[in-house]
Each structure stands twice: as C-alpha cells, then as structure tokens.
C-alpha cells in the first residue's frame, strides 16, 4: 500500500483496540469505508510474521557442540554474557540451569527483529506462552499487537520475550534464585539486539529491571534507564484486558516508547537517584 490508507487503518484499529469512541467521516458513506479499509487490510496485513516453531523437547536438549550443552547445565552468567545470539538461544532451549526446568514444556526464548529499536520485555511465560514456545500469544498477545499497532509497529519490527523464560509452576511469583539464573538471557539479548528503547510490561517486569518496589502507577509515564537503554514502563496487556481502563496509559506509555526510539526523546535530567523522566505533553 503506498497511500495514506496505512496509517489510518492502524490509528483506527489502535482505536478500537482502546475502546476509542467512532470515527464519524461525513464525506464518505459507510459501505465505501468499509470497502476502502478491506481493501487496505488486505494489503496492510501482509504477511504473517515469522513465527518460530516451539522446538521439540528432544531438539531443546541437544545444543550443537558439547560446550554449549555444558553452559546450558551449568554455564556461568560472565560466560552467557558472552554468546551471540544463536549460541545463546541454544543454550537457552537446553537450559536447566534453575528449578524451572522441570516443569516446562518450552523454553520461551523470544521472537522478533534481531536488529528491533523497541523490545518489549514481560515477566515469565504463562500457560499457552508454555505450550506454544511464544511470547505474548493469546488474547493479551493480541492486545499488545493492537496496541504497538496503534503506535505504528508492527509485531515483526519490535522484539518480545520475557524476564524469565521457564514458566513458573501454577504462574506463581519468580523467585529471586529463578530471577538471578535467568537473567543473563535477558542482558544478553538486550545487549545484542542494542534497541533504542526498552517497554517492561506489568509490575514484576519493571520492578525487577528497575530493581523498585514502587507500583506501576508511580514509575509509568516517562523515562527510566535499565542500564545504557531508556525504559519505559506500563501496565501488562492481560492486566488492561482485566481492567480496561488501562489501556488508554498503556497507549500513552507507548506514545512516549515511540518518541524516546525515532530520537525524539525529551528526556532531561535531574531527576533523583539520577533517572531520567519525561513528562506527558
Ligand atoms: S528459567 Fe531461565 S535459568 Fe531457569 S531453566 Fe529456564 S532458561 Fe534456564
């Protein structure tokens, strides 16, 4: 589509997505809209994004060189720091590094653009994220596309994965032990990816990049920094299909991710502990 249609149809499905009153457009009736938008979802859609496949558990457990089986039993942080990215998904998928390894069905790795300026981080994969190897799958998985779409990303330019990889039996609290094991994954493929701007989605992803107790509502609406990379935090997807009320300062927190990744950030300093912050226009 090289028209203007692109960007409309993804404001109004953003809208919709935010239970956005709808658009009145008196110049053209209601069935040439409609004609106009199914010709453009057509094109707009485009094809699916590439889903990797789950990897089968006897394919999970078997990295292609012994040294890399031996990382996945027992690698050190300092050496998962230094794999590249398909070195560390392999160990990744062969992990048994912590607890949580018992019980899983898939290693949630993540997906997306290996080169993405915007990742998207979550707490721990749930039931289907388990069963599917996916990230961000499901009704919540689909809310967040709506949403990166409202802000004009396409599921397949952004990169999503989670703090922990192994879901947690029951989808209980991570444990700091479970946390501490997994998170050089995480670094690791922040470092690689090297993206403009971070989003944690939900407390716990942001509580423990941030390393804060303070609630969502006190840390979302502008700026932090998780190391060298901007982050911006904003309530979990599932949580604004329980509450949708949230899905307006989700829209609003993604406004801000999108500014701080197009180099548009307004971020200045001076706040304390020495955090950055960004003030809502
Ligand atoms: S949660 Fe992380 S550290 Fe634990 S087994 Fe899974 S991949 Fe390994």
């Given at each position: 589509m090289?028209?203007?249609?692109?960007?409309?149809?993804?404001y109004?499905?953003?809208?919709?997505?935010?239970?956005?009153?709808p658009?009145i457009?008196?110049?053209?009736?209601r069935?040439?809209?409609?004609?106009?938008?199914?010709?453009?979802g057509?094109?707009?859609?485009?094809?699916?994004?590439?889903e990797?496949?789950?990897?089968?558990?006897?394919?999970a457990?078997a990295?292609?060189t012994?040294?890399?089986?031996?990382?996945?039993?027992?690698?050190t942080?300092?050496?998962?720091?230094?794999?590249?990215?398909?070195?560390?998904?392999?160990v990744?998928?062969?992990?048994?590094?912590?607890?949580l390894h018992e019980?899983r069905?898939?290693?949630?790795?993540?997906?997306?653009?290996?080169d993405?300026?915007l990742?998207?981080?979550?707490?721990?994969?749930?039931?289907?994220?388990d069963?599917?190897?996916?990230?961000?799958?499901?009704?919540?998985?689909?809310?967040?596309?709506?949403?990166l779409?409202?802000v004009?990303?396409?599921?397949?330019?952004v990169?999503?994965?989670?703090?922990?990889k192994?879901?947690?039996?029951?989808?209980r609290?991570p444990?700091?032990?479970?946390?501490?094991?997994c998170?050089?994954?995480?670094?690791?493929?922040?470092?690689?990816?090297?993206?403009?701007v971070?989003?944690?989605?939900g407390?716990?992803?942001?509580?423990?990049?941030?390393?804060?107790?303070e609630?969502?509502?006190?840390?979302?609406?502008r700026?932090?920094?998780?190391?060298r990379f901007?982050?911006?935090?904003?309530?979990?997807?599932?949580?604004?299909l329980?509450?949708p009320?949230?899905?307006?300062p989700?829209?609003?927190?993604?406004?801000?991710?999108r500014?701080?990744?197009?180099?548009?950030?307004g971020?200045r300093?001076?706040?304390?502990?020495?955090?950055?912050?960004?003030d809502?226009?």
């Amino acid at each position: 589509m090289t028209d203007a249609r692109e960007p409309l149809l993804r404001y109004l499905e953003g809208r919709i997505a935010l239970g956005e009153p709808p658009v009145i457009l008196p110049s053209i009736t209601r069935s040439e809209a409609l004609e106009a938008l199914a010709e453009g979802g057509r094109d707009v859609k485009g094809p699916p994004p590439e889903e990797e496949a789950a990897p089968a558990a006897s394919e999970a457990s078997a990295p292609s060189t012994p040294e890399l089986a031996r990382l996945a039993r027992e690698g050190t942080a300092e050496r998962i720091r230094e794999l590249d990215f398909q070195e560390l998904r392999e160990v990744a998928l062969a992990c048994q590094r912590c607890a949580l390894h018992e019980g899983r069905q898939h290693v949630v790795f993540g997906e997306g653009a290996s080169d993405a300026r915007l990742v998207c981080v979550g707490e721990a994969p749930g039931s289907v994220e388990d069963e599917t190897g996916r990230p961000f799958v499901g009704r919540a998985g689909q809310l967040l596309d709506l949403m990166l779409m409202s802000v004009g990303l396409r599921r397949d330019e952004v990169y999503i994965c989670n703090v922990l990889k192994c879901r947690p039996p029951g989808n209980r609290n991570p444990q700091p032990e479970e946390i501490a094991a997994c998170s050089p994954f995480l670094l690791q493929q922040i470092d690689l990816i090297d993206p403009k701007v971070l989003v944690a989605f939900g407390s716990f992803a942001a509580q423990t990049l941030l390393g804060t107790r303070e609630s969502i509502g006190r840390l979302r609406g502008r700026t932090h920094l998780y190391g060298r990379f901007p982050l911006v935090v904003t309530y979990h997807p599932a949580a604004s299909l329980r509450n949708p009320g949230w899905k307006r300062p989700t829209w609003e927190d993604l406004q801000i991710a999108r500014r701080v990744m197009d180099g548009d950030s307004g971020l200045r300093s001076g706040a304390p502990g020495g955090e950055l912050s960004l003030d809502l226009p």
